[in-house]
């Protein structure tokens, strides 16, 4: 059997979806899977599911017509927008499915309608899946990642001294509210256990944010913003202690190795449906009466305090980080 799966970004929604993939593989072995993404997230797509096909995707007729050349048995389009609709309805398959965004439900929650949660994206992802298998499957199966190898040529480290810890920071989201202020992560940088060293890690968008917290003590601190592949940005948060990040793809990519990290939500918040899936997992979350005042993060506090980020104080971080490494 064939089946293709269209999710063309960002980066913790396609680890979302690896459940979906695997569930799929689980219950028609041998089955061929293609999955559809932005060229820049193919690597991604490999690293969570190497023994399926990648293609990415190019808005011009003679991409479609490619598409086209193969027939598939079911299509799933786990995006929910025009050009992964467009492209679900362009290729040959059988029978089409899109998942159930529960855009009601999601914007009851963010103006204050509804007490209610979503469980996860995860559980989004399989309405789509049950529409072709005529039922739900339980349990649902969460994102995994496989610490790449990396045999032979490990990307760089920075040094850290026996039985140190190393704790690697994101500091960085795409919305400004969902990121932790500046001056909070320096507070916190210079409280922490003497003995715990920081790696700094994200895009080259955030290059220069931390090269400032480098410089506040750059003898335990390394940035290596925007160095690695993603594959070796799997293996190098692997070799961490704890994650510490705001809710962004580099949350869902610990999540799903299943590292111990501490999760900072902001403007957001985990009744939404995007909770880290991780056992490891201690969220930090004020649970303002403001929160959350959007789905995906916003530029600036509607309300212009900001409390839901800067309530949050260094030794709130502190504990959060010794229970990870101390296992509670």
């Given at each position: 059997m064939k089946f293709l799966i269209i999710r063309l970004s960002s980066l913790g929604d396609i680890i979302l979806t690896q459940p979906i993939v695997a569930e799929l593989k689980a219950r028609f072995p041998g089955c061929e899977i293609s999955y559809v993404c932005k060229p820049q997230n193919e690597e991604l797509v490999r690293l969570m599911a190497p023994d399926i096909r990648v293609i990415g995707f190019h808005e011009e007729a003679a991409w479609f017509a490619r598409l086209r050349q193969t027939r598939y048995d079911a299509a799933f389009d786990l995006h929910g927008k025009l050009a992964s609709s467009a492209i679900l309805y362009a290729a040959r398959a059988g029978k089409r499915f899109r998942y159930n965004k529960q855009r009601s439900m999601r914007k009851a929650i963010v103006n204050h309608k509804t007490d209610a949660s979503i469980t996860s994206t995860v559980d989004l992802y399989y309405s789509a899946l049950a529409k072709y298998l005529g039922y739900k499957p339980?349990?649902?199966?969460?994102?995994?990642?496989?610490?790449?190898?990396?045999?032979?040529?490990?990307?760089?480290?920075?040094?850290?001294?026996d039985g140190k810890p190393l704790i690697t920071i994101f500091p960085g989201a795409l919305h400004h509210t969902k990121m932790l202020p500046e001056y909070l992560w320096k507070e916190f940088l210079r409280a922490a256990d003497p003995d715990w060293h920081f790696l700094i890690l994200g895009s080259p968008k955030e290059d220069a944010i931390a090269r400032r917290l480098e410089a506040v003590q750059p003898e335990r601190i390394t940035n290596q913003c925007g160095k690695y592949s993603f594959e070796e940005l799997a293996w190098v948060m692997a070799q961490s202690a704890v994650i510490i990040s705001s809710d962004s793809g580099p949350m869902h990519l610990a999540a799903a190795l299943r590292l111990p990290q501490v999760a900072i939500f902001g403007s957001t918040h985990p009744r939404l449906g995007f909770s880290p899936m991780n056992p490891n997992a201690h969220i930090i979350c004020k649970d303002l009466s403001c929160q959350p005042c959007t789905l995906h993060g916003r530029l600036y506090c509607p309300l212009g305090h900001f409390d839901c980020m800067r309530g949050i104080t260094p030794q709130e971080l502190i504990e959060a980080v010794r229970e990870r490494l101390n296992g509670v």
């Open positions: 339980s349990p649902l199966l969460l994102p995994t990642i496989q610490v790449p190898a990396m045999e032979g040529n490990p990307p760089p480290m920075p040094a850290v001294p």
